[in-house]
């Protein structure tokens, strides 16, 4: 727990409040008082109200960081395994590494029909980077926040994948990837495929084209918002729970088991949302390779 | 919650990623993943060549065996036929030299028959010509009467 004076709806809002750097708009009345003067200021915003205020020009932190942050350390830890790789008897963590290399690699065999040699990279890149941040759900929500509350940083969301930002980033990523592939394998068959798909003739081509691009829109945004949605509820839970050790004794000792069987079964989720992740990627693109 | 310029930076961040891990990271691992496999591969069919090489060579060395021991038979029976010939051959080189051993024997026996003969003849003469002065009384002259002495002895 921070402060004694928070509330639980503090605490737990606090806790769901990224550390923010932004721009703040000319006339904002900031936290302290003072007014922002004309032209804006990018400052680290003190509490949600002013990372609301900033709009679209501001960005997490620490959502960045810890994503950036294991997005390197997977490189690192499989690019080092890749410069030791050799046909020899595997050991340690190259058994692991070439274990999940493997899995990505036969699901991708399984489900890409076509030629392309960034689909199978893409994927292992989203498994392992997105099952490291959905990882970081199983640290006490209260661990990292609170060491660095002691060396003053205030605000810290050390699960990146509970930031929509975040997981829309890469679903925007793929959506692109998708948009891309369609264009370049169907050419204009692209475009007949939104037109004239499902009812082939020409008067229906505008219903066509709105259920098309509708269904078209909700890929990317069902994948995104999935992996967001079930790393913030699952969060959320955590949060609760760890607001309930605040509740006295006798509420400690069932909140603490609470706490274990929630990490256990979290275990499972966030390895199916991993999973799920980077399959929806696999087939999307799979489909986008697909001319009919 | 809001939607920021975080979006824009993992987008990007994204992109980093997934270009890192397609150009340094997948090829290298595959590569050695497959030519593990490959390896193992070779391993597995150079294991069931050896077996089956291993029954060859079985089979070989029990056709070897058979062989070997048809010879060895062959061996023996020649040295036992020859042990026999061998065995003929001294009986009938014994049974030559105890003929020639007999036939010597033989005529040393008939030589030394003439030569008692010989010695006989010889005294008869004079063994008859005392017998005959000694019936006469009267000394015989022994030129007169060596031609019917010698004719006696003769017959004898």
């Known amino acids: ?292 | 919650m809001n939607i920021n310029l975080t979006l824009i930076g993992q987008m990007i961040a994204f992109v980093c990623f997934v270009v890192f891990c397609m150009k340094y990271v997948w090829p290298p691992i595959i590569a050695a993943m497959q030519e593990r496999a490959d390896k193992i591969a070779d391993g597995l069919a150079a294991a069931d060549r050896a077996s089956h090489d291993l029954e060859l060579a079985k089979e070989k060395a029990v056709e070897r065996l058979k062989e070997a021991k048809e010879e060895a038979a062959a061996i023996v029976d020649s040295a036992n036929k020859r042990g026999s010939q061998l065995v003929e051959e001294a009986k009938q080189a014994a049974l030559v030299e105890v003929q020639r051993v007999k036939a010597s024997a033989q005529a040393e026996i008939e030589q030394e028959a003439n030569r008692a003969r010989e010695q006989l003849r010889s005294q008869v003469a004079v063994l008859s010509l005392a017998g005959a002065e000694k019936i006469l009384g009267a000394t015989i002259d022994p030129k007169a009467h060596a031609e019917m002495v010698e004719k006696l002895a003769a017959e004898l």
């Not at chain 1, 495929?193 to 499902?198: C, Q, R, S, V």
């Not at chain 1, 980077?278 to 009919?292: C, P």
Request: net charge negative; glycine share 10%; aromatic share 12%.
């Open chain 1, 1 to 292: 727990m921070a402060g004694e004076t928070q509330t639980i709806s503090e605490y737990i809002v606090h806790h769901l409040t990224n550390l923010t750097y932004g721009k703040l708009p000319a006339g904002f009345e900031r936290e302290d008082g003072s007014i922002v003067a004309d032209g804006g200021a990018w400052v680290m915003a003190h509490g949600g109200e002013e990372a609301a205020a900033m709009g679209f020009n501001a960005i997490h932190v620490d959502s960045m960081a810890w994503s950036i942050g294991l997005g390197i350390f997977f490189c690192w830890l499989f690019r080092g395994v890749a410069k030791k790789a050799q046909a020899g008897v595997p050991s340690g963590v190259l058994n692991l590494v070439e274990m999940v290399v493997e899995f990505v690699d036969n699901t991708v065999r399984d489900t890409f029909h076509g030629k392309n040699k960034l689909v199978a990279p893409l994927a292992l890149t989203i498994f392992v980077w997105v099952f490291l941040m959905n990882l970081m759900d199983l640290l006490p929500v209260d661990l990292i926040p609170t060491l660095l509350g002691l060396v003053g940083v205030h605000y810290q969301k050390i699960v990146p994948s509970t930031d929509p930002n975040i997981t829309m980033g890469m679903a925007l990523g793929i959506f692109i990837l998708m948009l891309y592939y369609s264009i370049k394998v169907k050419g204009f068959g692209f475009v007949r495929e939104l037109t004239l798909n499902p009812f082939n003739h020409w008067i229906f081509i505008p219903v066509n084209l709105f259920m098309e691009v509708v269904g078209l829109l909700a890929k990317p945004f069902s994948l995104g918002l999935r992996l967001f949605g079930n790393m913030y509820a699952g969060e959320m839970i955590f949060i609760l729970i760890a607001a309930l050790f605040s509740a006295g004794l006798a509420w400690a000792v069932p909140a603490g088991l609470l706490q274990v069987g929630w990490a256990i079964f979290h275990i499972l989720v966030i390895t199916l949302q991993a999973f799920i992740f980077m399959v929806l990627t696999i087939v999307y693109l799979s489909m986008a390779h697909e001319d009919h």
